[in-house]
Nanobody
Framework: QVQLVESGGGLVQAGDSLRLSCAAS????????MGWFRQAPGKERELVAS????????YYAESVKGAFIISRDNAKNTVNLQMNSLKPEDTAVYYC??????????????????????WGQGTQVTVSS
């Protein structure tokens, strides 16, 4: 099992930056990839960015490309999401997710919600206009 704990959410104004962090514990040696998802009220949970644990290969949703940066610290078992130029439409609960090794994924790093085994509790990000 892998446990994930997010931190860093809050209320900011449009144009501001915010940094989310996710600390992984437990069987961290089994992590293949990690990702950040978000879910706005009344909407589906969607991938924001993902990163392959072994070499740091990343993937970004088109809506955040160029503004958000995902990074990992293997030694500390953490993944971060630096969010710049925030917009009101970025308002959502942000979830950290992890996928263990093994099995087949459609892309690497994984992009689909059902390709992730472990989830954090979520952290609220609110961007005011």
């Amino acid at each position: 099992q892998v446990q994930l704990v997010e931190s860093g959410g809050g209320l900011v104004q449009a144009g501001d930056s915010l940094r989310l962090s996710c600390a992984a514990s437990g069987r961290t040696f089994s992590i293949y990839a990690m990702g950040w998802f978000r879910q706005a009220p009344g909407k589906e949970r969607e991938l924001v960015a993902s990163i392959r644990w072994s070499d740091g290969t990343t993937y970004y949703a088109e809506s955040v490309k160029g503004a958000f940066i995902i990074s990992r610290d293997n030694a500390k078992n953490t993944v971060n999401l630096q969010m710049n130029s925030l917009k009101p439409e970025d308002t959502a609960v942000y979830y950290c997710a992890a996928r263990g090794v093994g099995g087949i994924v459609q892309h690497s790093p994984p992009r689909l919600r059902n390709e992730y085994n472990y989830w954090g509790q979520g952290t609220q990000v609110t961007v005011s206009s």
